[in-house]
């Protein structure tokens, strides 16, 4: 016999002793005796409110809902009860007909909301509710509570009487009481029934739950008197009926609560193991297995927010179980996957060759290309993963899906199907929050500053515009460049104030530069793709050219040929930009995708040839060529071409003698403070000529 059975009959025995003294003392019919009656309702109302409390508690940590249903039912009891309760402690004052009749009333209501939660407790399957349907449940059951409770008490009079004393109780009270009994009895046969084939310790806590409500039950609607011995007795089987009640429902070990708890660890929608379980896995296995290598593959799906956003979270969710399928279709036994969270998987996979490892992320890059078809729409996925061993890249769980993290997002850039993980990277990641830390003040502390680069017409000879150049001086970590800092603000945001900040700056200096007499100059602001895709960029570059008070035909700015990608959204920004008068400018052209021929479509005045074709001009003939082929396709399409990164002469004289508009470089002057540009005109006209 087990422990808890064996606590089972020693509670049985005492109760069975204090029935039995009950019985045999005589009755006592004292108010004192009421007192201790309503004390013992108390009692139950009390444990038919932990039923509640628990069902709730367990709940949020299993999604039974068997249990939150069998909760729900006993808050109503224990409301029922408690207005039982409170109206029978009136009886004990006032002794008033009317009231007894209310509180049979709740007293039934009770006894229903009882049979409810047991007969839901032993029919209802174990499943999971999700949180959503969760949350409802116990306000539901309140509010219908409340409900019953106000009508008892608006319209019980007019109800059937239930208590024996009365005389016109018969027939109904009978139908009621009969009910009851048969109810619990059958009950009770059922799970004797179940008990004798599973040999589960709950069913047998539970027929001593149904023991006791049916005892209590007959001797509470026998018993007339109040005072009565016998209805005291009636009391404490129904708090053990209830008692035995939690007990099985909460506290036995069930293979279904821990089934619940298992459950608990796994993701919701996949059933997969989730971040923490995930975590112990690789655990065990590092603890198992100490001389293996233990890999970690992370991934996620590329553009899933996309997808989401456009079918909707359902078909989303739709998706990341056809991951689950696919992979777990090619997957062998002994490795685990797991969904961390949103779309982003890991796998725990113990020691294989790196070559195996290499097969078996081939082989989930090419389960996942073949295509899905979902609401008319096929889909390729594509992921990166990364790849992170123990020992030699980490030596917890947390740092290695970390590491494998970081792997697969240095993927995802360099554009590698896979990545294993290398030290470097995660010197690279730190820098690039250490960088995002620092810029955020950057600002405020005045850290930022502007220089500018001439651009040079080599017809006229002219200086005819000064390229804005960020600057960014830490006290601390010295100047950073802004190849290393401009990316890390276009991801983190932070670029979106410091290209306002720039462009008020850039103009405020060409204002200055025009009340000095030079008011043929013109200035050229970088624009990076996350300004030039805010709502209202154009706006704000409008603001700041009335604020600093300069023609906005002096302004050029200087976007990149991926922002003009897309040039159905493209287009009408740069129309208005050219309807206010402002030159636009496609800087570092020749490194982008773009066919030649878009660029007939766009609005633009220049085209930046970028440095890496100036650069070896005179040596390559293929550099060469491009120079060329771009410069008269610019005469072609009206447009005028500069040519960055101008470092010689000879890269000056051969532009020169191709029909290039405009040079800018090292060779003519190295971008300056505003201060020093006066002082270097000068020589700067002097390298031209
Ligand atoms: P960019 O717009 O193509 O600017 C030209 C870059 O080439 C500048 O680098 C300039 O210093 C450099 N350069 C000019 N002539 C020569 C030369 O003869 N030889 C060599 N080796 N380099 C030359 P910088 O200032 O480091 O800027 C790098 C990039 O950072 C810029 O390329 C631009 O894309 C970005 N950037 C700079 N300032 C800003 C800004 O205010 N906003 C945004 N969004 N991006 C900026
Ligand atoms: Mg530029
Ligand atoms: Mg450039």
């Known amino acids: ?193 179940k008990y004798m084939t599973t040999k589960k310790q709950p069913y047998l806590t539970i027929l001593f739950s149904l023991l006791f409500i049916n005892l209590s039950d007959i001797i509470l609607t026998m018993v007339i008197n109040p005072s009565h011995n016998l209805i005291f007795l009636g009391h404490i089987y129904r708090a053990l009926a209830y008692y035995f009640l939690l007990k099985a429902i909460f506290f036995q070990s069930d293979d279904s609560i821990e089934n619940m708890v298992e459950q608990k660890d796994n993701d919701h929608l996949t059933g997969l193991p989730n971040r923490l379980l995930f975590k112990q896995k690789i655990q065990e296995q590092m603890r198992d297995h100490p001389q293996e290598a233990t890999a970690v593959m992370s991934f996620d799906i590329d553009r899933f927010k996309k997808i989401n956003d456009v079918l909707g979270h359902e078909k989303g969710d739709l998706i990341l179980k056809e991951v689950v399928k696919k992979i777990k279709k090619i997957l062998p036994q002994e490795m685990t996957l797991s969904r961390l969270g949103g779309d982003e998987f890991a796998l725990l996979v113990p020691y294989i060759s790196k070559t195996s490892l290499i097969n078996l992320a081939n ?83 005045n850290e930022l500053s502007l220089v500018y680069q001439p651009q040079v017409n080599l017809k006229s000879k002219d200086i005819i515009s000064m390229e804005a150049l960020l600057r960014w001086d830490h006290k601390h970590l010295g100047s950073i460049p802004p190849g290393k800092f401009i990316p890390v603000a276009e991801e983190s945001g932070l670029i979106i104030d410091i290209g306002k900040w720039v462009l008020r700056q850039a103009c405020q200096q060409l204002h200055k530069w025009h009340s000095v007499g030079m008011t043929s100059l013109e200035v050229s602001v970088n624009i990076s793709i996350r300004q030039f895709s805010q709502p209202d960029f154009v706006l704000y570059v409008k603001q700041i050219i009335n604020e600093t008070r300069i023609a906005p035909n002096k302004l050029t700015l200087e976007i990149t040929e991926s922002m003009t990608m897309d040039y159905e959204s493209a287009i009408p920004i740069l129309e208005r930009l050219k309807q206010m008068g402002i030159k636009i400018a496609i800087d570092d052209f020749g490194t982008g995708y773009s066919s030649l021929s878009y660029l007939k479509k766009l609005p633009i005045d220049y085209l930046k040839i970028d440095r890496s074709f100036i650069q070896d001009i005179e040596k390559d003939a293929d550099s060469c060529s491009i120079v060329e082929t771009i410069i008269s396709m610019a005469k072609h399409l009206k447009v005028e071409v500069i040519a960055e990164g101008i470092e010689s002469r000879e890269q000056l004289n051969l532009l020169l003698k191709k029909g290039c508009d405009h040079v800018q470089g090292f060779y003519l002057s190295k971008p300056l403070v505003p201060e020093k540009f006066k002082q270097q005109i000068e020589y700067i006209y002097k390298k031209i000529i």
């Open 1 to 193: 016999m087990t422990k808890t059975l064996t606590k089972n009959f020693i509670v049985l025995g005492i109760i069975s002793v204090i029935s039995l003294y009950l019985l045999i003392v005589p009755a006592h019919h004292s108010q004192e005796f009421l007192w201790f009656h309503l004390l013992l309702e108390f009692f139950s109302v009390a444990v038919a409110y932990s039923i509640a409390i628990q069902g709730w508690t367990i709940y949020r940590l299993t999604y039974s809902q068997k249990r939150l249903w069998v909760g729900a039912s006993f808050l109503s009891v224990a409301l029922f009860e408690l207005f039982h309760t409170i109206t029978f402690s009136n009886i004990i004052m006032t002794a008033s007909n009317e009231l007894i009749h209310l509180s049979s009333w709740f007293w039934l209501l009770a006894r229903i909301s009882a049979a409810i939660g047991i007969v839901l407790y032993l029919t209802l399957s174990d499943t999971k509710l999700t949180d959503q349907k969760g949350r409802l449940i116990y306000p539901g059951a309140l509010l219908t509570s409340i409900i019953f409770i106000i009508a008892v008490l608006i319209w019980g009079q007019s109800l059937p009487a239930l208590n024996r004393d009365v005389e016109t109780s018969g027939v109904f009270h009978d139908i009621v009481d009969h009910s009851f009994f048969l109810l619990y009895a059958g009950m009770f046969i059922a799970v004797v029934q």
């Open 363 to 445: 082989n989930i890059i090419r389960e996942l290309k073949k295509p899905v078809n979902l609401s008319n729409y096929e889909f390729e996925l594509e992921i990166n993963i990364g790849i992170a061993c123990y020992p030699f890249d980490a030596k917890t769980p947390d740092d290695l899906i970390k590491n494998a993290g970081i792997a697969m997002l240095y993927g995802k850039k360099t554009n590698q199907p896979y990545t294993f993980f290398k030290q470097f990277m995660i010197d690279e990641t730190q820098e690039k929050a250490l960088i995002e830390q620092h810029l955020r003040k950057a600002l405020e502390h």
